[in-house]
């Protein structure tokens, strides 16, 4: 009775690994991430079973491939770079760590303490650890499952690594000091406290490794804010641009008259083809024109397709913008602007140009504001919870401009839906018509 049996702290490492591997992109999925998950299973036992062998000198060598095992089993069935495995490995240990002390505190009181008849027997040693191990990791679940999609979209660097990793080692050796101490010694009798003591530094570590996470959280969400502020006001600033370029212009196609009579008088061949060449430019850009009905859309649309132009993008729009009367300027500019631009992104990725395509639809139907914007793209994205996880190694420069287009959406009660299909990316917004 004087520490977990082996295949319990197997099991409880193994349970841990298979939620994290849940909440991921699978690297193998079907029978083949069972077989793994198997295997792995068989790896922690067996490594256990064997540990128990190991003289005292070498207990923390057991600890440190059994944590090792746990990292490699979760980056073998993750779509993860290995230092988020690593990441994610050290959390698994101490909450498994955690799991199988208070399983084994509680039936040492049933058991010893209280010296219940019932708890005496081989089964209910094992089903004892069913319910517990039942109820803690579905707990656990339920909380991963908040807290994970910020992990995957977190940058995990080594400095934000090292603080998980201290915090798990300090509190795992502080939690075992009475085992690694008295243990061996057949003269002191092991009592309840040292499991107590041995729980709550597995819990204080369990806490402080999930503090950390909420402050990291916290620190990205305020990076966030700020980062999206400055995508508001780029593109505002972007709109101001475009229309006092939208001014010019005008003026330019106004003069457009004057222009055809200097061609007409022009008698040198090469000069009077290059100012035709120059007038078609300009008519071209003036003619990427949209009438929406939208002031506002009208220039965001225009600026952005006199990029298109010069890109060799394709871009087609109908859009009615009097539906847009309920929103403001920025916003605007906002959810339209960078929609554009990662489409345009994209787009530009695309070697044939004759698949630069972007299409635009601004429309009501069925009671509801639809604006739907598509890109052809031959890379299909990785969506988790409607939203593109960058497999980019600097995630933390990523994915504000949606960030923004899902804020002002909401603020108006409405929703966003990402599709990929056939090679075509689509996003889709759609608002109440009550928002009017």
Request: charged residues 20%; aromatic residues 14%; glycine residues 4%.
């Amino acid at each position: 009775m004087l520490d977990i049996p082996k295949i319990f702290t197997a099991f409880a490492e193994w349970c841990t690994c298979i939620i994290f591997i849940a909440f991921t992109v699978k690297r193998i999925t079907g029978i083949k991430l069972a077989a793994v998950a198997a295997l792995w299973f068989a790896v922690f036992a067996v490594w256990q079973f064997g540990t128990s062998y190991f003289p005292l000198l070498l207990w923390p060598l057991g600890i440190a491939v059994a944590a090792a095992f746990m990292v490699l089993f979760i980056f073998c069935c993750g779509k993860i770079r290995f230092i988020e495995a690593v990441y994610l490995g050290a959390s698994a240990f101490i909450v498994a760590e955690f799991i199988a002390s208070v399983e084994w505190q509680c039936f040492y009181y049933l058991k010893v303490t209280f010296n219940l008849g019932f708890a005496q027997s081989e089964w209910f040693k094992y089903f004892f650890a069913v319910v517990i191990y039942s109820i803690c990791f579905t707990a656990f679940a339920f909380c991963e499952k908040k807290f994970f999609a910020r992990i995957v979209k977190d940058e995990i660097t080594v400095k934000t690594l090292l603080p998980t990793i201290f915090i798990v080692l300090v509190c795992f050796i502080s939690s075992n000091v009475a085992f690694l101490t008295y243990g061996n010694d057949p003269e002191i009798k092991i009592t309840e406290k040292i499991f107590e003591v041995r729980t709550l530094f597995d819990f204080c570590g369990l806490v402080l490794v999930y503090v950390y996470r909420i402050l990291r959280e916290n620190f990205n969400n305020q990076t966030e804010i700020a980062a999206m502020q400055n995508i508001l006001d780029k593109q505002y600033r972007q709109y101001r641009a475009y229309k006092k370029n939208d001014e010019i212009i005008s003026r330019h196609y106004h003069d457009l008259k004057h222009q055809v009579d200097v061609i007409l008088n022009e008698k040198e061949l090469q000069k009077r083809e290059e100012y035709l060449k120059d007038m078609c430019r300009s008519i071209k850009i003036r003619q990427t024109e949209s009438l929406t009905g939208n002031e506002v859309l009208d220039t965001v649309l225009s600026g952005k397709r006199m990029g298109c132009v010069k890109d060799g993008i394709t871009f087609n729009v109908v859009a009615d913008g009097k539906l847009l009367k309920f929103m403001s300027t920025m916003d605007i500019c906002s959810v339209f602007g960078n929609s554009i631009d990662n489409a345009v992104e994209s787009v530009k990725k695309v070697e044939d140009c004759e698949k630069r395509i972007i299409q635009i639809a601004l429309f009501e139907q069925h009671g509801m504001i639809v604006y739907r914007i598509r890109n052809y793209y031959e890379t299909a994205p990785v969506l988790i919870n409607n939203e593109i996880v960058t497999l980019k190694k600097d995630k933390s420069s990523h994915g504000y401009g949606l960030k923004s287009i899902k804020g002002i959406v909401s603020k108006y009660g409405g929703t966003t839906a990402i599709t990929y299909k056939d090679n075509w990316f689509t996003l889709c917004v759609t608002f109440p018509r009550e928002v009017e």
